[in-house]
């Protein structure tokens, strides 16, 4: 009897040791997952540390008191639960991946801080991916859009090629614990590409879902809303499954503290601010400088719109292919940047930022708040949902925080699509309609959103002394609201003098020239013909092949943009050139009407030429039209039936022939 008691003994002790041991090391490595700082890892320690202790008290405790292995069971039980129930209350980490979607990915973050997560927000290229193969990886949730015709986003690509490795064992990632939630438009044929994708290769490297993909679309009358909030409801039922909450989730008008928090700046932090000028002009985005060169009227003065031929100098090495982009970031007019301060009864002041790496470097970090109205801030923006949930929050004022509240909720859509989102009002006029809700100056990086850069086709093709040329059309509409609607970036251009300076970068676009002699075919309507200016002067440099353009507009004398370069082209025998006029030609004609016109020729260079074809321009419904062309190209010339010529044009695209950049 003693020795089978001293036995149970002795294992009971191995067992309390080897639990004791377990609980210590995940103590540890919770210690390392959480970034609290050192409050929380002291916290973390001396739970540790009162945990073992409290154990070897409970093996001594049944060394000297050992009535039964029936005892110590209950008594180690007990200590387990209690153990497991202190366990629940640490916090753990949660990691939001963005690609694009910044407003998205906050807004994660904030409903997980609700439920007790910290919460990382990074872009996808500056993530540190080696913490997917952690023993016990955060979990993580990828947001992420899709650019061109389904392709990764640009600040994707080095994370996508990574994952792609051949390398990487199909178990890689067993231990990640993830969810994608998709940002795109139905509109496109490759509606969320990179999200799908993204979520079929983490699954086989071995990753488990914490719950299905959300596929987030611009085109429901609700906007991403009317995909993500259903996809929030499943994606914390399912969070909650792997780590239960110790308590109820804190209320919604909960705010963490400020992600980037903007403080009035003291002393040296004062000196520390630039000249207005080279604040103005902040680097660090991969951008060089360029000068103004030429800014001039395409259209006719008494045309309604305003398309604008614009020239810059680059003042350092800056490299392009035809098809490329030029990213710029606008500034808010003056008067809109006088017009906020006032709004927020704020004065201009030097202020320092700090807090999460996340802030984009272009933001300097010692200024002053008009700068940051100026330059940094998109007060002209229409707001999205998110804006109300903040601001509500922020609001002492009952009948204006109610009026938010509905707004911000989720039943609340349809109101919110007809006070903001139809009507186009920006930020600044929801503040004056809410003069009682302001916010907060440690949290204006957090509630207002970043000014985002604007995408334009280069139109030059980079021979000789190297010149960026941009086809603008500059935005002004009207809406119910009394004042006309104004595109910021354009209208930012249209003011710009010659000799001023801007900042600059080059991406990659979707259409690229083939490297042989083939046929192009190009169909650009409006501005769209921006890049195909780039694409016929580097096809006449290189003297390869037949060069064809479908240009549309509205009259041959107000918005024939580049007509006299078009025609000496066409005179030189670079270019065959086939216009619509559509408020001159009989019948409204547009460039699907031209494409059929031409079916013969068309079809001879895709069927036996393999013709590459591009389309460009405007997405609302002349890319579909233009498709729907040339399918009935293939149904003539082919002796296709529809459903074939359909799939031959989608082939087409698959062997990237048939290329599309389109834009709302």
Same mark, same amino acid.
């Given at each position: 009897?003693?020795?089978?008691?001293?036995?149970?003994? @002795?294992?009971?002790?191995?067992?309390?040791?080897?639990?004791?041991?377990?609980?210590?090391?995940?103590?540890?490595?919770?210690?390392?997952?959480?970034?609290?700082?050192?409050?929380?890892?002291?916290?973390?320690?001396?739970? =540790?540390?009162?945990?073992?202790?409290?154990?070897?008290? #409970?093996?001594?405790?049944?060394?000297?008191?050992?009535?039964?292995?029936?005892?110590?069971?209950?008594?180690?039980?007990?200590?387990? @639960?209690?153990?497991?129930?202190?366990?629940?209350?640490?916090?753990?980490?949660?990691?939001?991946?963005?690609?694009?979607? %910044?407003?998205?990915?906050?807004?994660?973050?904030?409903?997980?801080?609700?439920?007790?997560?910290?919460?990382?927000?990074?872009?996808?290229? =500056?993530?540190?991916?080696?913490?997917?193969?952690?023993?016990?990886?955060?979990?993580?949730?990828?947001?992420?859009?899709?650019?061109?015709?389904?392709?990764?986003?640009?600040?994707?690509?080095?994370?996508?090629?990574?994952?792609?490795?051949?390398?990487?064992?199909?178990?890689?990632?067993?231990?990640?614990?993830?969810?994608?939630?998709?940002?795109? $438009?139905?509109?496109?044929?490759?509606?969320?590409?990179?999200?799908?994708?993204?979520?079929?290769?983490?699954?086989?490297?071995?990753?488990? %879902?914490?719950?299905?993909?959300?596929?987030? $679309?611009?085109?429901?009358?609700?906007?991403?809303?009317?995909?993500?909030?259903?996809?929030?409801?499943?994606?914390?039922? /399912?969070?909650?499954?792997?780590?239960?909450?110790?308590?109820?989730?804190?209320?919604?008008?909960?705010?963490?503290?400020?992600?980037?928090? +903007? %403080?009035?700046? +003291?002393?040296?932090?004062?000196?520390?601010?630039?000249?207005?000028?080279?604040?103005?002009?902040?680097? /660090?985005?991969?951008?060089?400088?360029?000068?103004?060169?030429?800014?001039?009227?395409?259209?006719?003065?008494?045309?309604?719109?305003?398309?604008?031929?614009?020239?810059?100098?680059?003042?350092?090495?800056? =490299?392009?292919?035809?098809?490329?982009?030029?990213?710029?970031?606008?500034?808010?007019?003056?008067?809109?940047?006088?017009?906020?301060?006032?709004?927020?009864?704020?004065?201009?002041?030097?202020?320092?930022?700090?807090?999460?790496?996340?802030?984009?470097?272009?933001?300097?970090?010692?200024?002053?708040?008009?700068?940051?109205?100026?330059?940094?801030?998109?007060?002209?923006?229409?707001?999205?949902?998110?804006?109300? @949930?903040?601001?509500?929050?922020?609001?002492?004022?009952?009948?204006?925080?109610?009026?938010?509240?509905?707004?911000?909720?989720?039943?609340?859509?349809?109101?919110?699509?007809?006070?903001?989102?139809?009507?186009?009002?920006?930020?600044?006029?929801?503040?004056?309609?809410?003069?009682?809700?302001?916010?907060?100056?440690?949290?204006?990086? $957090?509630?207002?959103?970043?000014?985002?850069?604007?995408?334009?086709?280069?139109?030059?093709?980079?021979?000789?002394?190297?010149?960026?040329?941009?086809?603008?059309?500059?935005?002004?509409?009207?809406?119910?609201?009394?004042?006309?609607?104004?595109?910021?970036?354009?209208?930012?251009?249209?003011?710009?003098?010659?000799?001023?300076?801007?900042?600059?970068?080059?991406?990659? /676009?979707?259409?690229?020239?083939?490297?042989?002699?083939?046929?192009?075919?190009?169909?650009?309507?409006?501005?769209?013909?921006?890049?195909?200016?780039?694409?016929?002067?580097?096809?006449?440099?290189?003297?390869?092949?037949?060069?064809?353009?479908?240009?549309? #507009?509205?009259?041959?004398?107000?918005?024939?943009?580049?007509?006299?370069?078009?025609?000496?082209?066409?005179?030189?025998?670079?270019?065959?050139?086939?216009?619509?006029?559509?408020?001159?030609? %009989?019948?409204?004609?547009? +460039?699907?009407?031209?494409?059929? @016109?031409?079916?013969?020729?068309?079809?001879?260079?895709?069927?036996?030429? $393999?013709?590459?074809?591009?389309?460009?321009?405007?997405?609302?419904?002349?890319?579909?039209?233009?498709?729907?062309?040339?399918?009935?190209?293939?149904?003539?010339?082919?002796?296709?039936?529809?459903?074939?010529?359909?799939?031959?044009?989608?082939?087409?695209?698959?062997?990237?022939?048939?290329?599309?950049?389109?834009?709302?």
């Amino acid at each position: 009897m003693n020795s089978s008691k001293s036995t149970a003994v @002795e294992e009971a002790q191995t067992d309390i040791r080897e639990h004791t041991q377990a609980i210590i090391n995940e103590l540890g490595s919770l210690a390392q997952e959480v970034s609290g700082g050192t409050e929380i890892r002291e916290l973390l320690s001396r739970v =540790s540390r009162q945990t073992a202790m409290s154990l070897d008290m #409970c093996i001594r405790d049944t060394q000297q008191a050992l009535v039964g292995t029936q005892g110590l069971a209950t008594r180690l039980a007990a200590k387990t @639960e209690d153990t497991q129930e202190k366990l629940k209350t640490l916090t753990k980490t949660i990691d939001i991946v963005k690609v694009a979607g %910044e407003d998205t990915a906050r807004r994660i973050a904030r409903q997980a801080h609700r439920r007790y997560f910290t919460t990382h927000v990074h872009s996808m290229d =500056s993530f540190d991916r080696t913490i997917l193969f952690q023993a016990t990886p955060p979990l993580t949730i990828f947001v992420c859009s899709t650019t061109g015709q389904g392709s990764e986003p640009s600040n994707m690509r080095k994370f996508w090629r990574f994952l792609l490795r051949k390398s990487l064992p199909h178990d890689a990632l067993s231990a990640l614990r993830f969810a994608v939630f998709g940002l795109g $438009d139905s509109h496109y044929d490759g509606f969320n590409f990179a999200a799908k994708r993204l979520f079929r290769r983490l699954k086989a490297l071995g990753a488990g %879902e914490i719950v299905g993909r959300g596929d987030g $679309d611009d085109a429901h009358y609700l906007g991403l809303d009317g995909a993500l909030d259903p996809w929030l409801g499943r994606l914390w039922a /399912g969070v909650e499954a792997i780590c239960p909450l110790p308590r109820e989730i804190m209320p919604e008008d909960t705010v963490p503290e400020p992600v980037f928090r +903007v %403080e009035p700046a +003291v002393g040296g932090e004062e000196r520390a601010i630039e000249p207005a000028e080279e604040r103005a002009m902040a680097v /660090g985005d991969g951008s060089v400088a360029a000068r103004l060169v030429l800014n001039e009227r395409l259209t006719a003065t008494d045309h309604f719109q305003d398309v604008r031929h614009l020239q810059f100098a680059p003042q350092a090495r800056l =490299s392009w292919a035809p098809g490329d982009t030029c990213m710029l970031r606008p500034s808010n007019p003056s008067s809109a940047a006088t017009a906020f301060l006032h709004t927020m009864h704020w004065a201009d002041q030097p202020v320092a930022i700090a807090g999460s790496p996340g802030l984009p470097q272009w933001v300097p970090r010692h200024t002053t708040l008009w700068h940051l109205a100026k330059h940094c801030l998109d007060i002209t923006a229409v707001p999205r949902r998110s804006f109300f @949930e903040l601001l509500r929050v922020f609001s002492d004022h009952p009948a204006e925080r109610d009026r938010l509240a509905e707004l911000a909720s989720t039943q609340g859509q349809d109101d919110l699509l007809a006070y903001c989102v139809r009507p186009r009002r920006t930020i600044l006029e929801v503040l004056d309609d809410f003069p009682h809700s302001r916010v907060p100056l440690r949290y204006l990086l $957090d509630v207002f959103p970043l000014i985002n850069e604007r995408a334009y086709s280069i139109s030059s093709h980079a021979a000789g002394e190297p010149r960026v040329d941009l086809t603008v059309a500059v935005v002004e509409h009207r809406t119910v609201m009394q004042a006309p609607r104004l595109g910021l970036c354009s209208q930012w251009l249209r003011r710009m003098r010659v000799g001023e300076a801007v900042r600059m970068r080059v991406e990659r /676009g979707t259409m690229r020239l083939p490297d042989d002699a083939r046929p192009v075919i190009m169909v650009g309507p409006g501005t769209g013909i921006a890049a195909f200016m780039a694409f016929i002067g580097r096809r006449r440099e290189q003297a390869r092949g037949d060069s064809l353009l479908f240009f549309g #507009c509205r009259r041959s004398s107000a918005d024939f943009l580049y007509e006299q370069q078009l025609r000496s082209w066409v005179d030189e025998g670079w270019l065959a050139l086939f216009c619509a006029f559509s408020r001159e030609d %009989e019948g409204a004609a547009y +460039v699907q009407r031209r494409i059929g @016109e031409n079916w013969r020729v068309l079809w001879e260079m895709i069927s036996e030429r $393999d013709a590459m074809v591009y389309v460009s321009g405007s997405a609302n419904g002349m890319p579909q039209d233009v498709r729907r062309a040339f399918v009935a190209v293939a149904v003539r010339g082919g002796g296709l039936s529809e459903d074939d010529a359909l799939a031959y044009v989608r082939s087409m695209e698959r062997q990237g022939r048939y290329q599309e950049e389109c834009w709302y």
